[in-house]
């Protein structure tokens, strides 16, 4: 851990009719809500209408409420003609989708901060007109970078990346101006169908499932149906994938409580439809059902995993195999963390260091005295009266979601700190909030120990502060074998230097902070904090080429941005079991032996793109 790191619905009801004061003064709100957003971000200069699916079926925006909103976009990068690459070079179809999806959560949460009326939808607008839905045009079968086992937290990402372009509707399908590229086919052509419940007469029995076609039940009530179907659409689709022998992509959803959804969709692979037929369903009305078998040769179903292994909480340690330790933290944490060992014979627990849950000074780090703060009261709303605010560039990083998450990385964030006058509970202090996820420490064949969340984490939710001891970087000794020293360069990400990863400046640095002092190298962090002897779990964090974490500086007691506290936030949507990482951040070549000799160590991430060695 050593070296320094580089920053890598229905349609709403109908609005009653007011008076012309009434209206400006709801579009001044409106106004004022956007104007908030939009001091982070630009807009995109094609304001177009609202995107149509190719089978003219009404899309997110335009199901909403009709209208041509405005939606915010970050700054992208432009070819030379103008027209956005979002992709850039990127090859890999996995990092694409994680690329795709981290760009429409930042859109959500924009929305979200911005206070506007279905977020989702409008995210799955600015995805839009960003060009960056990953698949705009359907196919059929396999999309790469979505295996089998993918789990989606919502239907507006499967829009988002072009899996399942219906964030409502269960049947996805090509129109007829797909004829010239399949003409073959009859049109039209289901491709994917969404299982979740909605209808009573869907029958799943994994390899083989009935699946009940669209239209005539009361999505918005009972789930009942209320009038026969017809064969068009979504339903003819089907019949076609029938006739023509086309595999259809099945997604399963189910209800998850440890989702921030509450919902999760599995992809479970390709399934034929083997027969279809009408009937008179359980509410008397007429249904056509469509029997579909899983084709052979694809993983393993997963749903079972997803439902009753992934986030499920063992009710005892005598569920958990493989413990080694009850709770690391021996009570110090809200939550407790157990460690498990299937790897070593006999099993062996975490040793050689003691457990912190904050961080020890040494005598020779002066920290500075507790800034002013802001005069708000109860929680900060309000960014034009907050103090706190202004620092972060008029709005708050944070938006009021499952307990707080940050809208996207920056070069610091300003949290509030122990003189504002908001309590605990204030979303400007979510990193300073209790450990919310059940986390485990467990042995890894390869990596030693790993850490790994029972929970499903939104991105953008706080998972830890890096705890040890705070030094100054010249006295640690070098020549020792310490892979837990953590070097806080806020200041020279802040400046881009070294190859670091320059992040969102909209923040305003103090005038009295001293962030551009240095007493040696502006290349070398002046402090660092050393988990060695001392720390908390997060030293148990590996590296990863690919992490699903981000290091971000937090600023709350004071403003020195050389004595930032160093946060991991999650960087996507994570699931349960998979293992927490972020990127160490090390030059290669960067790190030298006792001789004097470049030290080279073996990395064993796994990533597509990775680079092989750690440094």
Request: hydrophobic share 30%; charged share 30%.
């Amino acid at each position: 851990m050593a070296g320094k790191r580089e920053r890598a619905k229905s349609p709403e009801p109908k609005e009653r009719r007011s008076s012309s004061r009434v209206q400006e003064l709801r579009q001044k709100e409106l106004d004022e809500k956007e104007r908030l957003a939009r001091e982070r971000v630009k807009f995109l200069s094609d304001q177009s209408s609202e995107v149509c699916d190719d089978d003219t079926e009404p899309h997110a925006a335009e199901e909403e409420n009709g209208t041509n909103e405005r939606t915010l976009t970050t700054t992208m990068q432009k070819e030379e003609n103008g027209n956005l690459n979002f992709y850039g070079d990127e090859e890999d179809a996995h990092l694409k989708v994680r690329r795709n999806l981290r760009f429409f959560n930042t859109q959500y949460l924009l929305m979200v901060q911005a206070k506007l009326s279905r977020p989702d939808l409008k995210g799955i607008t600015a995805v839009m007109k960003a060009n960056a839905v990953l698949y705009p045009r359907k196919r059929i079968g396999e999309l790469p970078g979505i295996d089998v086992g993918h789990r989606f937290f919502s239907r507006a990402e499967m829009v988002a990346v072009g899996f399942h372009s219906h964030w409502l509707n269960g049947i996805d399908f090509m129109g007829v101006d797909y004829q010239k590229e399949y003409s073959d086919y009859h049109f039209p052509l289901a491709v994917s169908i969404v299982m979740s419940g909605q209808y009573e007469d869907d029958l799943d029995n994994a390899d083989v499932v009935t699946y009940t076609g669209q239209g005539g039940h009361n999505l918005t009530g009972n789930k009942r149906q209320i009038k026969d179907q017809e064969l068009l659409r979504g339903n003819l689709a089907l019949k076609n994938c029938f006739e023509d022998k086309v595999p259809v992509r099945v997604i399963r959803g189910h209800d998850c409580k440890s989702s921030y959804s509450k919902r999760v969709y599995t992809y479970d692979g390709l399934y034929e439809v083997v027969k279809f037929w009408a009937e008179k369903g359980v509410s008397g009305f007429t249904v056509y059902k469509y029997q579909l078998k899983r084709m052979e040769g694809q993983p393993e179903l997963t749903t079972n995993q997803v439902n009753f292994v992934y986030g499920r909480i063992p009710k005892s340690t005598s569920e958990i195999q493989g413990l080694v330790c009850d709770d690391i933290s021996k009570g110090l944490e809200s939550k407790r963390i157990p460690a498990t060992n299937r790897v070593d014979e006999p099993p062996i627990p975490p040793s050689g260091f003691t457990y912190i849950s904050s961080l020890k000074i040494e005598p020779n780090v002066k920290v500075p005295k507790s800034s002013t703060g802001c005069n708000c009261r109860g929680s900060c709303t309000d960014p034009n009266k907050c103090a706190c605010a202004r620092l972060n560039g008029g709005n708050f990083p944070y938006v009021d979601l499952n307990d707080g998450r940050l809208i996207e990385p920056r070069d610091v964030v300003f949290e509030c700190g122990p003189n504002c006058g908001c309590g605990p509970e204030c979303v400007n202090r979510t990193s300073q909030k209790r450990l919310r996820f059940h986390l485990e420490v467990f042995r890894s064949p390869k990596k030693g120990w790993a850490v790994r969340s029972w929970d499903f984490i939104p991105a953008g939710s706080p998972v830890c502060e890096y705890i040890g001891v705070l030094r100054r970087t010249d006295d640690v000794d070098t020549l020792t074998d310490n892979d837990y020293i953590f070097e806080i360069d806020c200041q020279q990400t802040m400046q881009g230097l070294d190859g670091r990863q320059r992040r969102l400046k909209d923040v305003a640095v103090p005038t009295d902070s001293k962030a551009c002092e240095s007493n040696g190298d502006e290349n070398v962090p002046e402090f660092c904090i050393d988990a060695g002897s001392i720390g908390n779990f997060a030293r148990f964090i590996n590296h990863s080429c690919e992490p699903n974490l981000f290091v971000q500086c937090v600023l709350s007691s004071h403003q020195d941005i050389k004595l930032a506290r160093v946060v991991l936030f999650a960087a996507d949507n994570i699931p349960p079991l998979q293992e927490l990482t972020y990127d160490y951040g090390y030059t290669l070549d960067s790190v030298h032996g006792p001789d004097g000799k470049v030290k080279m160590l073996t990395c064993y991430c796994g990533a597509v793109n990775c680079r092989r060695r750690l440094y």
